[in-house]
Structures are given as structure tokens and as C-alpha cells.
């Protein structure tokens, strides 16, 4: 694909990433938001469902044969889709921090990414409260407000910031808990934002140094694209299944400057083998 063409894309993204985040601001300030659960224990606003409508009704307009793999509308798509990013495919998360903005905080994402070859191609994160958008073409400089980014390229973790986040079943936190110990016995500190995206993109441009979790594709599609094009290096801490997509497995996500990367996936590792 044409680097004219991604370009479009990103555009076309960003612009509707921008439109999402007035919509979802729009429905905080009327303070009217409604709250329901999704598996018992998973918040939805109907900010997240009007957002991911208005997201996925102008991707289909303008580009009615791509695919659609969003968190709100279309999550059972993801079995099938899993192996899938060689056709086009939006993924999709309307509100990342769903928490967060239910509870007035900032730390919220719209995430909106684009695969197609076998990869995304392009990635959109947008933060309405903040202010700041993130956007990577596969190829070129990730960017934030239009400004090159890049990791901080810290060499010590006793003096990094790692970022991390908790599911929202917590019928096994264990495991979560003893690699959560580990790792803030050996770095300067842990931080938990609430986002994901935001945390994977605050790496991309140095304000975390590392980043771990196991996510949904929606999650992290667009900003690990950011992240690596900034010079982050994406992978897992955990062996992948041979049937699982590269692209969309979420399991045991680690992200980090190239300097720590070997570092945290060591104690990552060590402090499963000790769960198990």
C-alpha cells in the first residue's frame, strides 16, 4: 500500500478520533451519563456506544468493504477476525478508560487503528481531556500534536517509570500481584493510568519507560504501532501460542525502551515461574 494512501487513512483517522472525543466530552459535561455492565463487571457508558456508532457508521461510508473489530459493537468478531490482518480492518476502542471517564478523570483514550498486509499500518490515539493526539504511519515518525516522538532510552531500571494496569476480573490476582512486586522492588516506580493506550503511547514519547499487561487488540492495536515506530520494542513476556495472531494477541504484552526490554521480560518471566 501506497504511503499516499496510508496517509489519507491517517487523516481520515485522526479527524474522526478528534470528531469521538468532542462527542465523548459533550456527554460528560451534560453529567447525565447512564452506566451499565458488560459480563457483570465491565463498565460501558452510552458515550461508548454513541462514540464507537459515530466511529464505525463514517468508516463504513467511506470505506464500505473493510472490516470492523471494535470493543463495543463488534467484540465477538474477534475469533474470527484474529488471523486476519492481511485484508483491511479497522480496530477499534471508542472510550479507553472507560473508569476513568466515568469517574471525571483525564486519563482517556479514543483508540483507532488500521491493518491491512498482515500488520496496522496506521495507528490513532486521541485524548480529548489532554489534549494531545498520537499518530503512526508504519514507515515514519510517530508523532504527538504533529511533533516527533521518541522513548527515552533509559538504561537503568532502578531509575525507570513502568506503567501497568489490572482486568477487571480480579477472581486471579495473584499472579498480577507477585509480578507487580517484583518489578517495584527493582525499578524507581509504578504507575497505573487507567489506560492503556495512553500508558503504551507515554512510553512512545518517555514519560513511562516500560509498559506490561495482558489487553484486548482494541487496547493496544494503534498505540504499540506508535510505540514501535517511536523505538519502543514490542513483544511478549510469555511464550505465543502457535495458533494465535502476532498482531492481535494481547497475552503477556511488554513494552519497552530497547535499553530495559531484556530486563523487565527476565523479571516478568521469573515472577511467573514463581506464581507457577
Known amino acids: 500500500m501506497s504511503k499516499n494512501v496510508l496517509q489519507e487513512i491517517s487523516l481520515f483517522a485522526t479527524d474522526l478520533a478528534i ?8 456527554e460528560r459535561e451534560q453529567n447525565t451519563l447512564t ?9 460501558v457508558t452510552q458515550a461508548d456506544i454513541k462514540a464507537d456508532e459515530l466511529i464505525t457508521r463514517q468508516i463504513r461510508e467511506v470505506y464500505p468493504d473493510h472490516r470492523i473489530l471494535s470493543e463495543e459493537s463488534s467484540p465477538d468478531s474477534l475469533e474470527q477476525n484474529s488471523g486476519q490482518l492481511d485484508s483491511p480492518i479497522w480496530i477499534i476502542d471508542p472510550i479507553d478508560g472507560t473508569v476513568n471517564y466515568a469517574h471525571g478523570h483525564h486519563q ?6 488500521y491493518a491491512d498486509a498482515g500488520k496496522v499500518q ?17 514507515g515514519q515518525d510517530s508523532l504527538m500534536n504533529g511533533n516527533p516522538i521518541a522513548v527515552s532510552h ?18 486471579n490476582l495473584e499472579p498480577l500481584i507477585k509480578r507487580l512486586r517484583l518489578i517495584v522492588n527493582n525499578c524507581q516506580d509504578i504507575r497505573r493510568i487507567g489506560s492503556a493506550a495512553i500508558d503504551i503511547c507515554w512510553v512512545a514519547m518517555g514519560r ?3 509498559f506490561y499487561e495482558s489487553l484486548s487488540p482494541w487496547d493496544f492495536a494503534a498505540a504499540q504501532l506508535i510505540a514501535e515506530q517511536a523505538g519502543a520494542r514490542c513483544g511478549h ?3 505465543i501460542p502457535l495458533t494465535a495472531s502476532k498482531g492481535l494477541y494481547g497475552e503477556d504484552i511488554l513494552i519497552a525502551t530497547p535499553e530495559l526490554y531484556d530486563e523487565l521480560a527476565h523479571l516478568l518471566r521469573s515472577a511467573t515461574d514463581r506464581a507457577g
Open 19 to 26: 470528531k469521538a472525543g468532542e462527542l465523548i466530552k459533550h
Open 35 to 43: 452506566q451499565t455492565y458488560k459480563s457483570n463487571h465491565e463498565l
Open 108 to 113: 482517556v483514550a479514543i483508540s483507532i487503528a
Open 122 to 138: 496506521v495507528g490513532i490515539v486521541h485524548c480529548p481531556f489532554q489534549g494531545e493526539t498520537f499518530e503512526a504511519v508504519r
Open 154 to 171: 533509559k538504561r537503568e531500571l532502578r531509575k525507570a517509570l513502568i506503567g501497568t494496569g489490572f482486568p477487571y476480573d480480579k477472581s
Open 208 to 210: 513511562l519507560d516500560g
Open 237 to 239: 513476556f510469555s511464550p
